[in-house]
């Protein structure tokens, strides 16, 4: 499931038509789905109605609505709900929750935000990113969620990898989910069944065949194309890694653009690495 990039005019407008094209080109490459409204897509900084209408221009180019899992967070658990109840709406197999990001929500406070989007009735993927959020959905909490019925599975952004076995021994019902590029192999190995992905948007087909080896356990086809692909994908977990997909989006042929403030262009020795490691990989093949 790709969290996808959205496409942004010079005039930083939605470019509707690039995001539909590149939603169906990712999954006719490979990739299963796509996560829009992520923070990969910008989502912070888009009007209620431009938001509203990536999702629905998702749903339509993927052809299929089971395929796209939307991201519903919010300042208020209300608003979040509200999101939930609209990627319903538009046939939304699935939605990707943050927890409570305007304070440092405790457990009882945690439990309350995902009990309430949960009434939306559409499956809940709940998404762990400590570093982002300052709320820490710890192996025990993830347990406790899945228990109350408020959530299917969790995109794992922590890095610390040795989570995943936690989370099997707590809630073995969880589905675990790869949430940063840059652990991949590391999670697969340990149980992940998904991984929400945000390099396939430059390079789907090579990221699909790394994904499908690694849950195979097929080491001896993934460790190698992961080396390769690894000075790619730890831009994820960084800072500028909106910026630094869509730089390889462009570079790679894709429709990236630019990003909305106050996210800044890359410049200097930040985007000379994110191009030169860009170049490489497609310069040895790599798609």
Request: proline share 5%.
């Amino acid at each position: 499931m790709v969290a996808t990039a959205l496409p942004l005019r010079e005039d930083l407008s939605v470019d509707y038509d690039a995001y539909a094209e590149h939603v169906s080109w990712l999954i006719a490459n490979g990739c299963d789905g796509v996560v829009p409204n992520g923070s990969l897509g910008e989502y912070q900084t888009l009007t209620a109605e431009e938001r509203a209408k990536v999702v629905t221009t998702a749903v339509e180019a993927a052809g299929d609505g089971s395929r796209v899992m939307p991201g519903v967070a919010a300042y208020g658990s209300a608003e979040s709900r509200r999101w939930a109840e609209q990627a319903a709406e538009a046939g939304c197999g699935s939605v990707l929750l943050l927890p409570p990001n305007a304070y440092r929500a405790d457990a009882a406070a945690v439990r309350a935000h995902y009990t309430e989007v949960a009434q939306a009735g559409v499956p809940i993927v709940a998404y762990n990113n400590p570093i982002d959020t300052k709320v820490d959905l710890v192996p025990s909490l993830l347990a406790q969620l899945h228990a109350d019925g408020s959530i299917v599975a969790v995109k794992e952004f922590s890095g610390d990898v040795r989570r995943a076995y936690e989370i099997a021994e707590l809630a073995p019902g969880l589905d675990l989910l790869i949430g940063a590029d840059d652990v991949l192999l590391e999670l697969a190995l340990a149980g992940a069944v998904g991984w929400i992905a945000g390099y396939p948007n430059a390079l789907p087909k090579a990221s699909s065949e790394l994904y499908r080896a690694a849950v195979a356990k097929d080491l001896a086809t993934a460790l190698p194309l992961y080396k390769q692909l690894h000075s790619l994908l730890r831009w994820d977990s960084k800072t500028e890694f909106v910026q630094a997909i869509k730089l390889s989006m462009d570079i790679a042929g894709r429709p990236g653009g630019p990003v909305r403030a106050p996210r800044a262009a890359l410049t200097g020795e930040i985007e000379a690495a994110v191009r030169a490691a860009t170049e490489k990989a497609l310069a040895e093949g790599l798609r």
